[in-house]
């Protein structure tokens, strides 16, 4: 059974940081696109990040790019999102998710095959 699991969602001040992590058991994240979704009270998902199957060159959504970092620890087989200057704007809900293509773009969580249960983000002052 696939299970992706995050953490490390909280509460913090503008111009603040977090790591979100995003454990996975019964596949190698290595061996799978990983992506980084949000869902904003009220909003639709928005794709924020993702790295490709079989390689870890990042993508960002522009609204995160140069403040948001991610990266996969093959040895632990979690995914991480680093984010530093965090705004308002980026209070959501935060879930991970594998895709069988080569990379996942989506935001939908229909066009993943695994999806995780969500970790809270919220900045505020």
């Known amino acids: 059974q696939v299970q992706l699991v995050e953490s490390g969602g909280g509460s913090v001040q503008p111009g603040g940081s977090l790591t979100l992590s995003c454990a996975a058991s019964?596949?190698?994240?290595?061996?799978?696109?990983m992506s980084w979704v949000r869902q904003a009270p009220g909003k639709d998902f928005e794709w924020v990040s993702g790295?490709?199957?079989?390689?870890?060159?990042?993508n960002y959504a522009d609204s995160v790019k140069g403040r948001f970092t991610i990266s996969r620890d093959h040895t632990k087989n979690i995914v991480y999102l680093q984010m530093n200057n965090l705004q308002s704007e980026d209070t959501a809900v935060y879930y991970c998710g594998a895709c069988s293509g080569y990379v996942c773009y989506d935001y939908r969580p229909s066009r993943y095959d695994h999806w995780g249960q969500g970790t809270q983000v919220t900045v505020s002052s």
């Open positions: 790295v490709y199957k079989d390689h870890d060159s990042p």
């Open positions: 019964g596949i190698t994240v290595s061996g799978v696109a």
